[in-house]
C-alpha cells in the first residue's frame, strides 16, 4: 500500500496507490492518524482514485482511521473511488458509514460547509 499525503484548505488528504492490503504500512498510516491527532488535524479525506484493488485489511485500515478520528472529534471522507472498489463499500455496506464524493474538491468543499 502506497500513498502520499498533503493538505488543502484545512484538510488532510492521504492519496492512496495501487492495492489496499495492509501490512506494514498499515502500522505507519495508523501512526501518522495518531500523530494527525495530536495536532488536532482531524479533517481527513482519503482519495481512493488511484486504487485498483481493496481487500479486508484495506477495509480495516479505513474502519480503524474513521474511528479514530471520530473518536477525537473529526471524520474521515473518501473520495474518487472506481466503480470496483465502490462496489465493494456498498457490499459490506460501509458506503453508509463513510461520507463519499466523487473528486477531493467535493469532499474539501464538504468540510467547509460544516
Given at each position: 500500500?502506497?500513498?502520499?499525503?498533503?493538505?488543502?484548505?484545512?484538510c488532510i488528504i492521504f492519496t492512496f496507490k495501487?492495492?489496499?492490503?495492509?501490512?506494514?504500512?498499515?502500522?505507519?498510516?495508523?501512526?501518522?492518524?495518531?500523530?494527525?491527532?495530536?495536532?488536532?488535524?482531524?479533517?481527513?479525506?482519503?482519495?481512493?482514485?488511484?486504487?485498483?484493488?481493496?481487500?479486508?485489511?484495506?477495509?480495516?485500515?479505513?474502519i480503524a482511521a474513521l474511528t479514530s478520528l471520530?473518536?477525537?472529534?473529526?471524520?474521515?471522507?473518501?473520495?474518487?473511488?472506481?466503480?470496483?472498489?465502490?462496489?465493494?463499500?456498498?457490499?459490506?455496506?460501509?458506503?453508509?458509514?463513510?461520507?463519499?464524493?466523487?473528486?477531493?474538491?467535493?469532499?474539501?468543499?464538504?468540510?467547509?460547509?460544516?
Amino acid at each position: 500500500m502506497n500513498y502520499t499525503v498533503s493538505e488543502e484548505y484545512n484538510c488532510i488528504i492521504f492519496t492512496f496507490k495501487g492495492k489496499m492490503m495492509g501490512g506494514p504500512a498499515a502500522q505507519e498510516l495508523h501512526d501518522k492518524i495518531k500523530s494527525l491527532i495530536e495536532k488536532n488535524k482531524t479533517n481527513v479525506i482519503a482519495d481512493l482514485s488511484r486504487v485498483n484493488f481493496m481487500n479486508s485489511s484495506g477495509i480495516g485500515i479505513l474502519i480503524a482511521a474513521l474511528t479514530s478520528l471520530r473518536n477525537a472529534g473529526g471524520n474521515l471522507k473518501l473520495c474518487g473511488a472506481s466503480d470496483r472498489i465502490e462496489s465493494i463499500l456498498v457490499v459490506t455496506k460501509l458506503i453508509t458509514v463513510f461520507e463519499h464524493y466523487k473528486s477531493i474538491k467535493e469532499a474539501v468543499d464538504s468540510y467547509q460547509t460544516n
